[in-house]
Antibody, heavy 119, light 107 residues
Framework: QVHLVESGGGLVEPGGSLKLSCAASGFSFSDYYMTWIRQAPGKGLEWVSYISSISRPTKFGIDSVRGRFYISRDNIKNLLFLQMNSLTVEDTAVYFC???????????WGQGTLVIVSS | DIVLTQSPDFQSVTPKEKVTITCRAS??????LHWYQQKPDQSPKLLIE???QSFSGVPSRFSGSGSGTDFTLTINSLETEDAATYYCLQTFILPWTFGQGTKVEIK
């Protein structure tokens, strides 16, 4: 079955960087778009970014992360990444890795990894 | 950006009751509207994709309808395990956007 496991979250000071990873299994990773979605504590869901099956195009949904966040993937190792730079307190959230279905829904989600930006 | 407005924000319901949650889009999005259930401290789970297609393994009491700007998620005969927050998501136009969520509580 589809399995997505995020890692790399943690506590980081404002201005710092983190690289999130998502290990995928149970499906043909290289055939699917993948996406990152975040959820600030006690808040709703916010779409961050997606990447096509062949790494281009990539799209971002939040103006404030463009130029700071970079999405990438390794179709050999079945890994999805989110490089986050110049982090601010507003980036504090659980970050979910998820698969984009053929119907352009987001059909399978990981358990999430918590990023806390604080001094 | 497309704004998705869900109503109500909160609903307290007795078991076996029918629940209806609506999601209204600020402009037409065809059928590119999907529904999710999120329980506390869990990741969201897909219930309905493309407005009305039930996702694999989802109980039949969950159904979706609508197109264009107005969409509905219906839970027939609510069960206690359905206590959760429900979100709609549109993937018709970038950026993808979510509704603000509807919390369903069991009385």
């Amino acid at each position: 079955q589809v399995h997505l496991v995020e890692s790399g979250g943690g506590l980081v000071e404002p201005g710092g960087s983190l690289k999130l990873s998502c290990a995928a299994s149970g499906f043909s990773f290289s055939d699917y778009y993948m996406t990152w979605i975040r959820q600030a504590p006690g808040k709703g869901l916010e779409w961050v970014s997606y990447i096509s099956s062949i790494s281009r195009p990539t799209k971002f949904g939040i103006d404030s992360v463009r130029g700071r966040f970079y999405i990438s993937r390794d179709n050999i190792k079945n890994l999805l990444f989110l490089q986050m730079n110049s982090l601010t307190v507003e980036d504090t959230a659980v970050y979910f890795c998820a698969r984009v279905s053929r119907n352009m829904s987001v059909d399978y989600w990981g358990q999430g990894t918590l990023v806390i930006v604080s001094s | 950006d497309i704004v998705l407005t869900q109503s109500p924000d909160f609903q307290s319901v007795t078991p076996k009751e029918k629940v209806t949650i609506t999601c209204r889009a600020s402009q037409s999005i065809g059928s590119n509207l999907h529904w999710y259930q999120q329980k506390p401290d869990q990741s969201p789970k897909l219930l309905i994709e493309s407005a009305s297609q039930s996702f694999s393994g989802v109980p039949s009491r969950f159904s979706g309808s609508g197109s264009g700007t107005d969409f509905t998620l219906t839970i027939n005969s609510l069960e206690t395990e359905d206590a959760a927050t429900y979100y709609c998501l549109q993937t018709f136009i970038l950026p993808w956007t979510f509704g603000q969520g509807t919390k369903v509580e069991i009385k």
